[in-house]
């Protein structure tokens, strides 16, 4: 049976559109990392690094003769992002200023557990080789673990996304929880590049803990 997220992890992928509480276990990522506008050329390459090499996995591993002995067929997961702010993206930010060339990123896309190390050495060997891209080299295979977090579905503009957050950090609070940092992370749901602003779904995520008392 095909993996689909969209049908089978919905509490992760799908949430409501209110904050709610979350347990996130550990995941592998394909990762690449960079800093500046999400509107430059390079965040763009960055994407396209990521997708053609998620996509060259999967296919690769549809053909191939003796496949992982947990192997299944699957859907590729969906854009996630990891924002935070350069040293001085932060003092800016403190005083009231977003600067969107300061953002600093970590762009990811989530991969089944049977893709190991040594298959993704393998499959971008390969794709360098026959389809080279721009940063395919700096794609990074990693295990990441985010844990207890806040998420809500936010639909709109990412620069609404402040009203997002507050209504998360609220009930926070009222869970006597605190947000661990300022670092959030972010699903896309829809292609930013091709839908209407108003349109756009999007996961908003950050870690918490238990305060204190």
Known sequence: MKQEWRKTEKGLYLPKARPEIVDVPDF??????GEGHPGSSRFAECITALFSLSYALKMSLKKRESPPEDYTDYTVYPLEGVWDLNEQGRAE?????????HFVYTLMIRQPSFISDEYFSEIRTGVLKKKPQPLQDQVELVDYREGKC?????????????ASFARMEAYAEEQNLQRLSRTHREI????FRKTEEA?????????????AG
């Open 188 to 191: 896309y749901l829809s292609d």
């Open 199 to 211: 349109k756009l779904k999007t996961v908003l995520r950050f870690r918490v803990d238990y305060t």
């Open 93 to 101: 930010y403190g005083q009231g200023t977003l600067n969107k060339d």
């Open 28 to 33: 592998r990522f394909l990762q690449i990392q």
């Open 150 to 162: 806040i998420q809500m579905l936010h639909t709109g503009s990412f620069d609404s996304e402040p």
